[in-house]
Structure formats: C-alpha cells, structure tokens
C-alpha cells in the first residue's frame, strides 16, 4: 500500500454513545417499558391513563426497519433520513380512544455536565375539529425523578389543529394533518448523577372517533451540545454544529464582540486560537423549549492517520482495511471507516476481494470531531511479467522437482 496523501480536517457532527438501545437499534423494546391506555376528558381536561404491558401490544407497538416503505397519509419514509435502523410507529389508524407508550428511565452519566438526548419524531393526527382536550395528541416529555415532575424546556405537546406549526393537510384524506420527520435535542446539562424518564405517548381522539399516531427515532450518539470544537491539529478551518431542532441559531466569541455567523452549523477560518471560547445562542420554535446559551472550548488534536506504504497482493485476496496490519498508528479513540472512492459516498465494510488495481480511502473519527484521511494504494502481481527460468519446462505428462 502507497500513502498518498494524509489530510486532517476538522468535524462533522460526532458524539458519544447512548445507554443501551436508547434507539432501538437491537431491533427489540429491550430497556424501554410499553404502555396501553385510554384517553378521555376530566373537567374539561384531557387525561390520559396507561398501563403497562410485557409484550408489544400488536399494531400499537411497532418496530420498522423497512427504509423504503411511506406512510399511508404523508407519504414520507418511515424511518428519517438521518435515523438509525429502526423507528417505533405508536398508535395505529384506528379508533377508540387508544392511548400508546413507551418510556426508557436514562441515568445521564455522573461525570457529564453536558449531556444531549436528540430524537426524531413524525406524527400523523386526524382533526375532527373538536374542543382541544378531545383532540388527537402526540406527547414527548422527560421527567426528573427526583423532583417528580416534568422538565419544562424537555416537555412537548403535540394537539391536532390546523394551525399547529409545522403541520400539512394530506393529501389522502384532508381531515387528517401530519408532520414530517423533525429532529429535537433536548439539552440534559446539570442533570449529571440524576435519573431520567424519558416518555412517548401517541393518543386518540378522547371521544373515541378519531386516530393519531406517531412514529420516533432516537439518536444513538449522546454528548455535548457544540460538537466539532476539537479538531486535529494540521486543519486550516474548523467546522463547528450545534444540536437538532432549533429556530435560530447565532455564534460569538467569548466576549460577543465578534459574531461569527448563523445556522447550525459554520466554518471558522483560519481555526480559533488554542483555549479560546466559543459561544452559542438557540433559539426555539415557539412554544417547543426555552432560549439557552452554551459554550465550547476549542482544543486540537494532534493525530494523523498513517498507513502501510506499499501493499501488493494476488488477486482476490480479501483485506480488512481497518485492521492494525493497514493502519500503522491505530487509536482506540478513533473509528476508522474505508471508503472507494475520494468522496467518501460509497462505504465499504468487512473483508474487501481486490480484483484489480485500486485506491482506497481510510476515515479516522474520535468522538470529539477529530478527522484524518489517508489515500491507500494497492496493487495486484503481475503474474504475466513472471518468468520461470529454472527447472526448464516439461511436459504435461512429465514430473519436475521445483
């Protein structure tokens, strides 16, 4: 293998790994508790009542891995662009005031003061056009069990209305709204130590004559709320993201003095200097979460990833890439991915059979955002150039002592 060029860019978004099946990537419900219920009308409130279940209550509860399937009346894909391999669809089309739930209880490390929790949602509602407490709901809530009471700028409630921001009339039938898939990050910091119940309830119509139901994707990375701060050393520029589901986003330095631009994510060049602060004001969609600030350091990382320097192999011999034999200073805070092509669109995984002579692209990611690239360079034996001068060639039916 020939390292052609190693080059060290600053982050995309990258973070830490969730608790275990936070998002259901174990294709199962292991970890998260399931609820059945009614919804109904208490002095003119809606009240929901649950309770819990040991199995999947069937089409109420429902795993999706199919990445091609749409929904009947929204007809956007069942699982998010950016999700994982599996969504849960809670609810159903049917009626009867059904109520349907899960809920995970999260202990957010002792040693994070800044912890995130993002998840995906999209929910479809019928709209009958009933007093608000008999509308169709989707719920998204966590709670402190300490306190026993629920976080407000963590807490959200979806009621089917046809002014409810963000939400389109179908196209299938038009009594019934729904809202594509949207991220929310729910900012966790100065929970560290405490235990959390994070909640999803889709409910019916509490007349019993209407649906609503919702699908969720959570996040399988968990970390802090500025990613891309730490960055390796050699970059030129730093690519810097806040979280998911916010209105407005707007960078600063440490004194405000400078603004360094809008959205949710930017490009600092030249790179910050060494220590310096960086600071971040989100903006919320109305009526969806409180106005914060938070802050990130910028740090650098000394590590570029390095590689054989000349590999040729027979052809079809299979090489894993990724392995110690290939990537020479291998860390064990890095994920290291393999590529075919400069791009970095069209990722290979496993063993790869080379066939030819080729080029292939290695990707190093810590979970601070650190990014390095090699190009590797592999090729075949040319077995046409190999010459056998000595014993001399025999006969097909001859013996020969090589």
Not at 191 to 209: M, P, V
Not at 304 to 312: G, I, S, Y
Not at 318 to 341: C, H, P, R
Request: proline residues 5%.
């Amino acid at each position: 293998m020939l390292l052609i060029a190693v080059i060290a860019i600053p982050s995309k978004l990258s973070a830490q790994t969730c608790p275990e099946n936070i998002g259901f990537e174990n294709g199962n419900f292991s970890n998260w508790k399931l609820f059945t219920g009614l919804s109904s009308i208490d002095k003119n409130k809606n009240v929901i009542y649950t309770n819990e279940v040991n199995n999947p209550a069937s089409g109420r509860h429902t795993l999706i891995s199919a990445k091609t399937e749409k929904d009947f009346y929204g007809g956007f894909s069942l699982i998010p662009k950016n999700g994982g391999n599996f969504t849960v669809k809670l609810g159903n089309n049917g009626t009867g005031a059904q109520v349907d739930g899960i809920s995970y209880l999260l202990n957010v490390p002792a040693d994070r003061p800044e912890f995130t929790l993002t998840y995906q949602y999209a929910v479809v509602l019928e709209d009958p056009n009933h007093p608000l407490e008999e509308q169709p709901r989707f719920i998204a809530r966590v709670k402190d069990l300490e306190k026993n009471a629920y976080i407000p700028c963590a807490s959200f409630e979806y009621v089917a209305t046809s002014s409810l921001p963000g939400f389109t009339k179908s196209k299938v039938n038009n009594s019934v709204i729904y809202k594509e898939w949207t991220p929310v990050t729910i900012n966790l910091s100065g929970y560290q130590g405490k235990k959390l119940l994070i909640e999803f309830i889709s409910a019916d119509c509490a007349l019993g004559g209407h649906f609503g139901y919702a699908y969720v994707d959570v996040n399988n990375l968990c970390g802090d709320l500025i990613v891309g701060n730490t960055y390796c050393k050699s970059a030129d520029e730093l690519n810097i993201s806040g979280p998911s589901g916010f209105k407005n986003y707007n960078w600063y330095n440490a004194d405000r003095s400078v603004k360094y631009g809008s959205g949710q994510s930017i490009t600092l060049k030249p790179t910050p200097t060494e220590g310096s602060k960086i600071i971040l004001d989100l903006m919320p969609y109305d009526g969806f979460g409180c106005p914060s600030s938070v802050e990130a350091v910028v740090h650098s990382v000394d590590y570029q990833v390095m590689v054989q320097e000349k590999n040729t192999v027979c052809e079809n011999a299979e090489i894993d890439f990724t392995s110690a034999n290939y990537i020479l200073n291998k860390n064990e805070g890095f994920t290291y991915l393999v590529y075919q092509d400069k791009d970095l669109t069209q990722q290979v995984t496993g063993l790869v059979k080379i066939k030819q002579n080729s080029k292939y692209y290695i990707k190093a990611t810590n979970y601070k955002g650190c990014e390095s690239f090699a190009t590797i360079d592999v090729a075949l034996f040319d077995i046409a150039n190999i010459t056998v001068k000595n014993p001399p060639a025999v006969c097909y039916n001859e013996t020969v002592d090589i």
